[in-house]
């Protein structure tokens, strides 16, 4: 074997000692948390551990779910209660259990095996809505369970203390069954109604509970705000608590509201003094109204009728006929001023004009002039032509 061989295989045994060595270290790492994890166990007499609630819904009876582990090897009686508590740290439900026999090792509990000798509700507005959907209403929620011994003093003595307190607490949040929902107006829509009647829609199940109400809230959005930091921040326009219907009429005290501007509202719902559900934030503008000259046309011959109207405003063309081809209408245009006339195809109304009324902008047309006379010419499928007269001019006035 040459020197560069000798080298390497002594490099090899040095590698293959520090391996062990690692291994030996690791090995006796997990022994010293093994050990120390017995030690900690065997110090602690009883461990409760109350099982995490899965789920978007609970109900009360949910937080039964527990296990005790228990280390002394003589059995002892116990009684559990289990509390259910809101965010502020009230009471709403309390379960007392019968008489248990605590064993060594592991003791597993469940609603059917825990034996409920009592059922105290301290919210009972909490207790309808769960009779009604199952469920506890939305919100966050603390449960603990809690052990005493009611054994012989001197058994407890031996083994659960009376003295030393044996609980132990989770938090879960409960969401809402179905949402309360805004109907209308939709969010982010253009309503011309300035007056509008507001709509929405009931969490579900207990929006069938008589003595569920809703409280109301509209207000004005600045320019450059969220529909949400609006109703946060800003001073309602109009709110109302206690309402029983799922629509509200606009508030005849209540001033029209105000073309252009951003309103946003928003519902909640409460059962009593509990609250249910709130609503999203929605959000809607009064568009522009635009005053529109409604133009009848006439079959087969120019009339000697004539409509007058802006030049600037778009006007309707309705027809009391009904069509099916919709799609073989022709427009043309004539210019009584110059005896000019025009086909108006590329406006592409022929659809349009199949129904019974016709939205048409001058600005849209070419070559138009305030003061001329123009007849709008329409040709149906079958040939037939209708006819209507229109001065355009200036100015708004009639």
Not at 136 to 154: F, N
Not at 281 to 298: G, N, P
């Amino acid at each position: 074997m040459n020197e560069s061989n000798r080298v390497l295989t002594r490099l090899e045994v040095i590698q293959k000692m520090n391996m062990k060595k690692n291994v030996f270290s690791v090995f006796g790492a997990m022994l010293c948390l093994v050990f120390l994890g017995i030690s900690s166990w065997a110090n602690a007499q009883v461990v409760i551990n109350p099982h995490p609630i899965m789920g978007f819904q609970f109900g009360s009876k949910d937080i039964l779910n527990f296990d005790v582990i228990y280390s002394p090897t003589e059995s002892v009686k116990v009684q559990y209660e289990a509390n259910l508590l809101d965010a502020n740290g009230q009471l709403i439900v309390q379960f007392i259990s019968g008489i248990h026999i605590l064993k060594t090792g592991a003791n597993s509990y469940q609603p059917t095996n825990f034996n409920i000798q009592q059922t105290r509700y301290v919210n009972r507005q909490i207790a309808e809505a769960e009779r009604l959907t199952s469920f506890v209403p939305s919100g966050d929620y603390t449960y603990c369970i809690s052990m005493r011994c009611v054994d012989d003093p001197a058994v407890c003595d031996r083994t659960v203390k009376l003295e030393v307190d044996y609980s132990a607490c989770n938090d879960v949040r409960s969401e809402p069954v179905t949402p309360l929902l805004l109907s209308f107006p939709e969010d982010e829509a253009n309503i011309k109604n300035k007056r509008p009647t507001f709509t929405w829609i009931p969490p579900m199940p207990i929006g069938n509970n008589p003595n569920l109400t809703y409280t109301y809230k509209l207000v004005k959005m600045l320019q450059g705000q969220s529909a949400e930091d609006a109703i946060r921040r800003n001073r309602p326009l109009f709110t109302q608590s206690g309402l029983r219907a799922i629509s509200l009429m606009f508030p005849n005290q209540l001033d029209d509201l105000e073309v252009g501007d951003h309103y946003a509202w928003q519902v909640s719902a409460e059962l009593g003094e509990l609250h249910i559900a709130t609503s999203d934030v929605w959000e809607f503008e009064i568009e522009k109204e635009e005053k529109v000259t409604a133009a009848f046309i006439t079959k087969h011959k120019i009339g000697l009728e004539a409509y007058t109207h802006s030049i600037e405003e778009p006007f309707v063309l309705v027809s009391n006929e009904r069509y099916t081809q919709d799609n073989e209408w022709k427009i043309r245009l004539k210019d009584e001023t110059t005896n000019q006339w025009q086909d108006l195809s590329y406006l592409h109304l022929e659809k349009a004009l199949g129904k019974k009324n016709i939205e048409i902008n001058p600005n849209d047309i070419q070559d138009m002039e305030a003061g001329h006379s123009y007849v709008f010419e329409l040709s149906d499928h079958k040939g037939d032509k209708f006819y209507v007269r229109i001065i355009f001019t200036e100015t708004n006035e009639k």
